[in-house]
């Protein structure tokens, strides 16, 4: 059996501690009553009070949910299409040039990502808002998306498609009754992950945004870029706490099922 | 592969004509969504950057006439020109951002291996049933925006934030020192942010090593330095490959971190892109320094996709 060394656990206790503790910083001065962001006044919930009141910044909430909504679920339809046929169909033609645009984005400077697609929109003269971020984040998370799924197919018992097959199921029946169910788990994990990016995204999001479609991180751009304050970090932690959730069901569902190393990369 | 073997071939010929249609389809979707929204805007990124600015809209020439047919196509060509190529050239401000970029880059990379190499090994050293916990904690921090990371090292690093008042009551300063607006600053928070990105594919390759490789070289009575220095390190070199370039590239192109932590005053090139587009409205200039940017990640990235690749065919 393997023994656990003090020193790896303190190297283990150290990175988290590095990883964490910036983290509960924050959440702990969401709570703290003082407007002086540096100086503790005791807690109290007032700024997430002040969060309720503050009419644009719901706005925008809003406006990133349904975004994280719209973008996760195109994003995992094509994502577990591409998983599919990166996994099932072998060598089909273009099937380098296929891989090679899944796996780029998942490296690809955001910068890049955000400019490319907006100077797209304008060549094609389509109005920026609501549905070209839709766009730019269903691109960017489909790739995320098809990594998760692909490694759950890779896993999967094939003879138990076959045995259906041999039984008389029609290849559209059998995917729809034995393997659409078996990776379900890691589709929904894939969804959420992909909720998670479009949530966060600022730098894509800011490229391809037009008027009326101000989501939630630029507006919590725009108001850092001056300072930190008090409000800020109380919707932070609100988003913290909404991903953290995600993140963990997600995991949990995955690992239901065994499907392995889900969330990673 | 066993299906066809064990089937009479007219059968499995069969099965496979039936569902062509859907396979079509199946590969086609995602296809044609990639080409259309990834590859496509990168052509069109290549294009701007040969075109000069223009006060219009869009703010550029010449603007591709479909109208205009053959004679269209022919001065949309004759317009084309390096001028924007030119200016990064001879510009030493674009030159210093690249070089700045790549620079912070490669340090950062390597204080990321240094700090994310124990990190992993420990993990997978851990009992088995611990590992995947801790993976997750590891991974938790990635899915919460960078955005909101980086302000939370904002509210640290302020002037009167909680690590100088740590500091001054440790007495370890005796005057709060600067942090913010500083490449310190720039560093602590790509290493916070990319530190994930280093310990996952570390942490993979660590833990595929078999421990008799490393029992057997401890019974040939090799000292334990020497075993990880023999032993552990060459076998997990494919993660380090891995979360070096991982995080290398993206950090090359970083945005949010240097313009929240760092100054303005010698910009990545992430944030000259970023100026170029938002504030001088310079179109053509700022695709320019895009496709600069990814030819000098080009090789990173075919380096990383050829390993990715390799490592599907093996699974």
Redesign the interface.
Same mark, same amino acid.
């Given at each position: 059996m393997?023994k656990?060394?003090a020193?790896?656990?303190a190297?283990?206790a150290a990175?988290?501690a590095?990883?964490?503790l910036?983290?509960a910083?924050?959440v702990i001065?969401s709570f703290n009553a003082s407007r002086l962001?540096?100086v503790w006044g005791g807690w109290s919930v007032h700024w997430y009070g002040e969060l309720l009141a503050d009419a644009p910044l719901v706005r925008s909430a809003l406006i990133s949910l349904r975004l994280a909504l719209t973008a996760a679920t195109a994003a995992t339809i094509?994502?577990t $299409?591409?998983a +599919?046929?990166?996994v099932r %169909?072998g060598r089909?033609r273009?099937r380098l040039l296929?891989?090679?645009? &899944? /796996?780029?984005?998942l490296?690809?400077?955001?910068?890049?990502t955000g400019?490319?697609?907006l100077?797209?929109f304008?060549?094609v003269a389509v109005d920026r808002g609501f549905w070209t971020v839709a766009?730019?984040h269903?691109?960017m998370a489909?790739c995320f998306v098809?990594v998760i799924v692909?490694s759950r197919l890779?896993d999967f018992d094939?003879s138990l498609e076959?045995a259906a097959?041999d039984l008389g199921a029609?290849?559209?029946r059998t995917f729809l009754s034995v393997t659409l169910p078996l990776i379900l788990p890691a589709i929904a994990a894939a969804w959420m992950?992909a909720f998670?990016?479009s $949530?966060?995204? +600022?730098?894509i999001a800011? %490229?391809t945004t037009g008027p009326g479609a101000t989501t939630l991180?630029i507006r &919590? /751009?725009s108001e850092?870029?001056l300072?930190?304050k008090p409000e800020?970090?109380a919707v932070?932690s609100i988003?913290?706490g909404v991903?953290?959730v995600?993140?963990?069901i997600a995991?949990l569902l995955s690992?239901l099922t065994g499907a392995r190393?889900a969330?990673?990369? | 592969m066993t299906n066809a073997m064990t089937m009479p071939p007219g059968d499995d010929a069969a099965i496979r004509a039936q569902p062509s249609a859907w396979r079509k389809l199946v590969v086609r979707i995602p296809y044609v969504w990639l080409i259309a929204f990834f590859l496509i805007p990168f052509l069109i990124v290549l294009k701007i950057s040969l075109s000069q600015t223009a006060l219009a809209q869009p703010p550029y020439t010449p603007v591709f006439d479909l109208a205009a047919g053959w004679r269209g196509l022919v001065g949309f060509f004759s317009g084309l020109s390096l001028d924007n190529y030119r200016l990064l050239a001879s510009d030493p401000l674009y030159v210093l951002s690249y070089v700045k970029s790549v620079e912070i880059a490669a340090f950062s990379t390597l204080i990321l291996l240094f700090i994310g190499y124990p990190i992993a090994y420990a993990i997978a050293r851990m009992p088995r049933r611990w590992q995947a916990a801790l993976l997750l904690l590891t991974i938790l921090p990635f899915w919460t925006s960078m955005l909101i990371r980086i302000y939370a090292w904002m509210n640290i690093l302020q002037h009167d934030g909680p690590l100088n008042q740590a500091l001054l009551a440790l007495g370890l300063v005796k005057e709060p020192p600067v942090w913010l607006a500083t490449q310190t600053a720039i560093y602590i928070g790509i290493v916070y942010s990319y530190l994930p990105f280093m310990v996952l594919p570390l942490y993979a390759s660590l833990e595929k090593i078999d421990a008799a490789l490393i029992e057997a070289a401890t019974d040939l009575g090799c000292p334990r330095w020497k075993t990880f220095w023999l032993v552990t390190l060459p076998l997990s070199s494919a993660g380090m490959v891995a979360g070096v370039l991982l995080c290398f590239i993206p950090i090359v192109g970083e945005f949010v971190i240097p313009d929240l932590l760092g100054g303005s005053s010698e910009p990545m090139i992430g944030q000259t892109i970023w100026m170029e587009f938002f504030a001088n409205k310079d179109w053509p200039a700022a695709s320019a320094v895009a496709v600069v940017l990814l030819c000098l990640l080009v090789t990173p990235i075919v380096v990383y996709q050829n390993q990715t690749m390799r490592a599907e065919a093996r699974d």
């Amino acid at each position: 059996m393997r023994k656990v060394s003090a020193f790896n656990i303190a190297t283990i206790a150290a990175g988290m501690a590095f990883l964490y503790l910036p983290i509960a910083i924050l959440v702990i001065y969401s709570f703290n009553a003082s407007r002086l962001v540096t100086v503790w006044g005791g807690w109290s919930v007032h700024w997430y009070g002040e969060l309720l009141a503050d009419a644009p910044l719901v706005r925008s909430a809003l406006i990133s949910l349904r975004l994280a909504l719209t973008a996760a679920t195109a994003a995992t339809i094509l994502g577990t $299409l591409a998983a +599919l046929a990166l996994v099932r %169909f072998g060598r089909f033609r273009g099937r380098l040039l296929f891989s090679a645009m &899944i /796996y780029a984005p998942l490296v690809m400077p955001e910068v890049i990502t955000g400019l490319s697609l907006l100077l797209l929109f304008v060549a094609v003269a389509v109005d920026r808002g609501f549905w070209t971020v839709a766009i730019a984040h269903t691109t960017m998370a489909m790739c995320f998306v098809t990594v998760i799924v692909q490694s759950r197919l890779v896993d999967f018992d094939r003879s138990l498609e076959e045995a259906a097959m041999d039984l008389g199921a029609s290849p559209l029946r059998t995917f729809l009754s034995v393997t659409l169910p078996l990776i379900l788990p890691a589709i929904a994990a894939a969804w959420m992950l992909a909720f998670a990016l479009s $949530l966060d995204d +600022l730098v894509i999001a800011s %490229f391809t945004t037009g008027p009326g479609a101000t989501t939630l991180p630029i507006r &919590i /751009y725009s108001e850092v870029r001056l300072g930190v304050k008090p409000e800020m970090n109380a919707v932070c932690s609100i988003m913290v706490g909404v991903v953290g959730v995600a993140v963990i069901i997600a995991s949990l569902l995955s690992k239901l099922t065994g499907a392995r190393g889900a969330p990673s990369q | 592969m066993t299906n066809a073997m064990t089937m009479p071939p007219g059968d499995d010929a069969a099965i496979r004509a039936q569902p062509s249609a859907w396979r079509k389809l199946v590969v086609r979707i995602p296809y044609v969504w990639l080409i259309a929204f990834f590859l496509i805007p990168f052509l069109i990124v290549l294009k701007i950057s040969l075109s000069q600015t223009a006060l219009a809209q869009p703010p550029y020439t010449p603007v591709f006439d479909l109208a205009a047919g053959w004679r269209g196509l022919v001065g949309f060509f004759s317009g084309l020109s390096l001028d924007n190529y030119r200016l990064l050239a001879s510009d030493p401000l674009y030159v210093l951002s690249y070089v700045k970029s790549v620079e912070i880059a490669a340090f950062s990379t390597l204080i990321l291996l240094f700090i994310g190499y124990p990190i992993a090994y420990a993990i997978a050293r851990m009992p088995r049933r611990w590992q995947a916990a801790l993976l997750l904690l590891t991974i938790l921090p990635f899915w919460t925006s960078m955005l909101i990371r980086i302000y939370a090292w904002m509210n640290i690093l302020q002037h009167d934030g909680p690590l100088n008042q740590a500091l001054l009551a440790l007495g370890l300063v005796k005057e709060p020192p600067v942090w913010l607006a500083t490449q310190t600053a720039i560093y602590i928070g790509i290493v916070y942010s990319y530190l994930p990105f280093m310990v996952l594919p570390l942490y993979a390759s660590l833990e595929k090593i078999d421990a008799a490789l490393i029992e057997a070289a401890t019974d040939l009575g090799c000292p334990r330095w020497k075993t990880f220095w023999l032993v552990t390190l060459p076998l997990s070199s494919a993660g380090m490959v891995a979360g070096v370039l991982l995080c290398f590239i993206p950090i090359v192109g970083e945005f949010v971190i240097p313009d929240l932590l760092g100054g303005s005053s010698e910009p990545m090139i992430g944030q000259t892109i970023w100026m170029e587009f938002f504030a001088n409205k310079d179109w053509p200039a700022a695709s320019a320094v895009a496709v600069v940017l990814l030819c000098l990640l080009v090789t990173p990235i075919v380096v990383y996709q050829n390993q990715t690749m390799r490592a599907e065919a093996r699974d």
